[in-house]
């Protein structure tokens, strides 16, 4: 079985989780000029529409109170090696997507970590132990619906689909969930 981690929010919850005065209010991380762009936005930011890859005017056009951070991405990255350790204590087999996101190949561990939801449960119970952030876990037989059972587990959860239920987990979605699917 394939695991995706996604960290939730994560430039976002790395500054809400550094500066404490920023806990629970809307964070917007990335380019803050004219021509800037949304590297991340908190939950509390997406509340009001905010999302990554949009136009920073359009995020303060539809988040005024929003907390806008041009970000730190040498800290962003020192946490990401971090969780990666945390990902390779799972198994070797660790395929990073991004600073903030993974696929674990889970296959021959369970001996090691049982079953892979518990290896699931135990990844996250570690990163919020270690790290103090929140990562998503989606798990499946194949990369891609390991990273939609991710996506369909945020904020801060754990879905898994078995081989037997990737087409009851798939149908009724709509073709753009499907990764590299883009807008039809």
Same mark, same amino acid.
Request: glycine share 10%; aromatic share 6%; hydrophobic share 45%.
């Given at each position: 079985?394939?695991?995706?981690?996604?960290?939730?929010?994560? #430039?976002?919850?790395?500054?809400?989780?550094?500066?404490?005065?920023?806990?629970?209010?809307?964070?917007?991380?990335?380019?803050?000029?004219?021509?800037?762009?949304?590297?991340?936005?908190? #939950?509390?930011?997406?509340?009001?529409?905010?999302?990554?890859?949009?136009?920073?005017?359009?995020?303060?056009?539809?988040?005024?109170?929003?907390?806008?951070?041009?970000?730190?991405?040498?800290? #962003?990255?020192?946490?990401?090696?971090?969780?990666?350790?945390?990902?390779?204590?799972?198994?070797?087999?660790?395929?990073?997507?991004?600073?903030?996101?993974?696929?674990?190949?889970?296959?021959?561990?369970?001996?090691?970590?049982?079953?892979?939801?518990?290896?699931?449960?135990?990844?996250?119970?570690?990163?919020?132990?270690?790290?103090?952030?929140?990562?998503?876990?989606?798990?499946?037989?194949?990369?891609?619906?390991?990273?939609?059972?991710?996506?369909?587990?945020?904020?801060?959860?754990?879905?898994?689909?078995?081989?037997?239920?990737?087409?009851?987990?798939?149908?009724?979605?709509?073709?753009?969930?499907?990764?590299?699917?883009?807008?039809?």
């Amino acid at each position: 079985m394939i695991l995706h981690a996604d960290m939730d929010a994560f #430039y976002a919850s790395v500054e809400q989780r550094d500066r404490p005065e920023l806990r629970g209010r809307p964070v917007i991380v990335g380019g803050t000029g004219p021509r800037g762009v949304v590297a991340a936005a908190s #939950y509390e930011a997406r509340r009001f529409g905010v999302r990554s890859a949009i136009p920073t005017a359009q995020a303060r056009a539809l988040c005024p109170e929003g907390v806008f951070l041009r970000g730190d991405m040498r800290r #962003y990255a020192r946490e990401s090696e971090r969780i990666f350790e945390i990902f390779r204590r799972f198994t070797p087999l660790v395929e990073g997507l991004s600073l903030d996101e993974a696929f674990l190949d889970l296959s021959g561990t369970e001996r090691l970590h049982g079953p892979p939801a518990e290896a699931g449960r135990r990844l996250r119970a570690l990163v919020r132990a270690e790290i103090d952030l929140a990562v998503s876990v989606g798990i499946g037989p194949v990369k891609m619906v390991a990273k939609i059972a991710s996506e369909a587990a945020k904020p801060d959860g754990l879905l898994e689909v078995p081989a037997d239920g990737v087409r009851a987990f798939l149908d009724p979605l709509p073709v753009e969930r499907l990764w590299g699917v883009g807008p039809v």
